[in-house]
């Protein structure tokens, strides 16, 4: 089984007319993983991320070093909220154990690296969550549910302040074959331990169609 390696994303947030605004970009299509795919600023914890604050610590310098390599922006660590933890299900060639943490983005003109991040766009969720339901964006499962919390704020602060409140939720997803596509199967669904996306129970997955893979989130 491939290890899953230590990363850090930074969900960065600003207040516009319509409402809070996410900064997404857009992954290189060449790329291996999530080739294409509008993330949220953020990679690996690397060596020199190490010091003060041990494991979260590390990833809280990686997430604002991330976001400055890949957007040009700094962000205060100390700043971040922790909002949940995702590690990549068994079975796939490239895994990531990755913290996720929320912040404001302060100064907001960005510049992306040109090499691994081609484009950038701030978004509300729900238009984030429109155009994928369009097909005109793809979004990876952590980035779809992340967007699908954020829908009901209205402000930055309001959703910082739901993030402090709220405990950070652990995702340990597998992934298993259903006809069309692939089901995403969490530890809250019944049927999670047993791989079984026909056990009868409680349900929060996510439903990944062959026909334009797109996110379908079944409460």
Not at 9 to 14: Q, Y
Not at 59 to 81: K, N
Not at 105 to 123: C, K, L, P, S
Not at 203 to 210: G, I, N, V, Y
Request: proline residues 7%.
């Amino acid at each position: 089984m491939t290890e899953a390696a230590p990363a850090a994303t930074a969900v960065l947030l600003r207040d516009a007319p319509d409402g809070i605004e996410v900064l997404l970009l857009r992954r290189n299509s060449q790329l291996a993983f999530h080739g294409g795919a509008w993330v949220f600023p953020g990679g690996r914890i690397d060596a020199g991320d190490a010091g003060a604050g041990g494991e979260e610590g590390a990833a809280r310098r990686a997430a604002v070093r991330e976001a400055h390599e890949e957007a040009g922006l700094t962000v205060d660590p100390g700043a971040l909220i922790h909002i949940s933890h995702w590690t990549t299900p068994e079975g796939l060639p490239k895994r990531f154990a990755t913290w996720f943490f929320i912040g404001l983005a302060g100064a907001t003109q960005v510049r992306v690296d040109g090499g691994e991040i081609h484009e950038h766009a701030w978004r509300t969720p729900a238009a984030a969550l429109a155009a994928r339901r369009a097909g005109e964006i793809e979004l990876p499962p952590p980035t779809f549910v992340t967007l699908s919390g954020l829908v009901t704020h209205r402000r930055a602060a309001e959703a910082l302040a739901a993030a402090r409140a709220a405990t950070p939720s652990v995702f340990l997803p597998r992934v298993v074959r259903v006809p069309g596509g692939a089901c995403s199967l969490y530890p809250a669904d019944a049927g999670w331990e047993a791989r079984d996306p026909e056990r009868a129970g409680k349900r929060h997955r996510l439903l990944m169609l062959e026909s334009d893979w797109s996110y379908v989130r079944e409460a």
